[in-house]
Nanobody, 125 residues
């Protein structure tokens, strides 16, 4: 079992920045990928970014490329999502997810077994 705890959400004006954190505990290993998804009201959960623990390979949704950066702190077993130039359309509940991966880096929600409780990000215009 893997437990994920997110933090760092909040209210920010358009153009502002936020950093989300996801602390992992339990039976994690270098075979894991950890990702961020978000869900806006009335919309499906969508992929944002992910990082493969073994080699730090990352992947981003086109909508956040150049604005969001995912990175990790091995010592703290924590993944971060640095978000800059935030837009109102970035508003939603952001979820951290994790699972083992041996092939292509996973970007679909069903490829992840472990989820955090979510943290709200609200970007005002």
């Amino acid at each position: 079992q893997v437990q994920l705890v997110e933090s760092g959400g909040g209210l920010v004006q358009a153009g502002g920045s936020l950093r989300l954190s996801c602390a992992a505990s339990g039976r994690t290993s270098s075979t894991y990928a950890m990702g961020w998804f978000r869900q806006a009201p009335g919309k499906e959960r969508e992929f944002v970014a992910t990082i493969r623990w073994s080699d730090s390979t990352t992947k981003y949704a086109d909508s956040v490329k150049g604005r969001f950066t995912i990175f990790r702190d091995n010592a703290k077993n924590t993944v971060f999502l640095q978000m800059i130039s935030l837009k109102p359309e970035d508003t939603g509940v952001y979820y951290c997810a994790a699972d083992r991966t041996w092939g292509p880096i996973p970007i679909r929600a069903y490829e992840y077994s472990y989820w955090g409780q979510g943290t709200q990000v609200t970007v005002s215009s």
